[in-house]
Nanobody, 113 residues
Framework: QVQLAESGGGLVQPGGSLRLSCAAS????????MGWTRQTPRNQRELVAT???????NYADSVKGRFTISRDNAKNTVYLQMNSLKPEDTAVYYC???????WGQGTQVTVSS
């Protein structure tokens, strides 16, 4: 059974930082490209960052230069370091093994003063 456990969300002031983690189980983690997708309060969904099995990364323009995705295959974990957070980053963040259809429960990120 595939499980994706996101954590690290919370309430942060504009300009602040958060680090999200996603621990995966039930899949051969190291061979999967992974992504972080967010769903805003207006139900808009955006794939914000991806990392291939080989470690190549890609970012949506809305987060480029502020977010960094990384992975630790020994821990079956993918991370999203989020800096210079803005109110428009408020969303539920999900990690997904790309092209599998698997989703976790997500972690809420709220950026507000």
């Amino acid at each position: 059974q595939v499980q994706l456990a996101e954590s690290g969300g919370g309430l942060v002031q504009p300009g602040g930082s958060l680090r999200l983690s996603c621990a995966a189980s039930g899949i051969m983690f190291s061979i999967h490209d992974m992504g972080w997708t967010r769903q805003t309060p207006r139900n808009q969904r955006e794939l914000v960052a991806t990392i291939t099995s080989g470690g190549s990364t890609n970012y949506a323009d809305s987060v480029k230069g502020r977010f960094t995705i990384s992975r630790d295959n020994a821990k079956n974990t993918v991370y999203l370091q989020m800096n210079s957070l803005k109110p428009e980053d408020t969303a539920v963040y999900y990690c997904t093994p790309l092209r599998t259809g698997y989703w976790g429960q997500g972690t809420q990120v709220t950026v507000s003063s």
